[in-house]
T-cell receptor
């Protein structure tokens, strides 16, 4: 299995809703990432999990809450989002974190297209 | 803050033409990665270059890492409509410890 699987593929939520995005990989990768991407722009890093521990939080608002239940799963819990949070949310994984070695590329999932209404 | 300047931002060419995309920085990177992304999908890793001066070929794509590990280029020979997409370079290491620095991307359109 060489994929990162993200669900759901599309999500429409109101500003008062609570929802979760899910990400799964079975490649034995020990680093997992959440990115936010606006149309025709590069991905922006949100969180990095290294060996199931949160190692980087890029000053993301608390309405985004990440969780890493085990080495294969990564969740992003959403609450009280704003319309400007609408974007493609990408999960990625890499064999080991960049802290340990620079030569490992990322495997990205197909993303969740989130629309906040 | 490390920056990766990627150029050109947009490229519209005819099938069969050659093209080059550049990524430049004033900072040294441990490695440089190139990704291609299609609409509605996540980026797909094309190549990782680690050694200064390294050249890697992937069919019609040639990737080069500068000797000083501050710049990289992607050259596509005889472009095809299937090459259309967003191309992203991303640098690892340096002062952005533990995370990738992405270039702004190049939107390539290859017309039949």
């Amino acid at each position: 299995d060489t994929e990162v699987t993200q669900t759901p593929k599309h999500l429409v939520m109101g500003m008062t809703n609570k929802k979760s995005l899910k990400c799964e990989q079975h490649m034995g990768h020990r680093a997992m990432y959440w990115y936010k991407q606006k149309a025709k722009k590069p991905p922006e890093l949100m969180f990095v999990y290294s060996y199931e521990k949160l190692s980087i939080n890029e000053s993301v608002p608390s309405r985004f809450s990440p969780e890493c239940p085990n080495s294969s799963l990564l969740n992003l819990h959403l609450h009280a989002l704003q319309p400007e949070d609408s974007a493609l949310y990408l999960c990625a994984s890499s064999q080991i974190p960049l802290l340990r070695g620079p030569g490992y590329g990322y495997t990205f999932g197909s993303g969740t297209r989130l629309t906040v209404v | 803050t490390q920056l990766l300047e990627q150029s050109p931002q947009f490229l519209s060419i005819q099938e069969g033409e050659n093209l080059t995309v550049y990524c430049n920085s004033s900072s040294v990177f441990s490695s440089l990665q190139w990704y291609r992304q299609e609409p509605g999908e996540g980026p797909v890793l094309l190549v990782t270059v680690v050694t200064g001066g390294e050249v890697k070929k992937l069919k019609r794509l040639t990737f080069q890492f500068g000797d000083a590990r501050k710049d990289s280029s992607l050259h596509i020979t005889a472009a095809q409509p299937g090459d259309t997409g967003l191309y992203l370079c991303a640098g690892a290491g340096g002062t952005s410890y533990g995370k990738l620095t992405f270039g702004q991307g190049t939107i390539l359109t290859v017309h039949p």
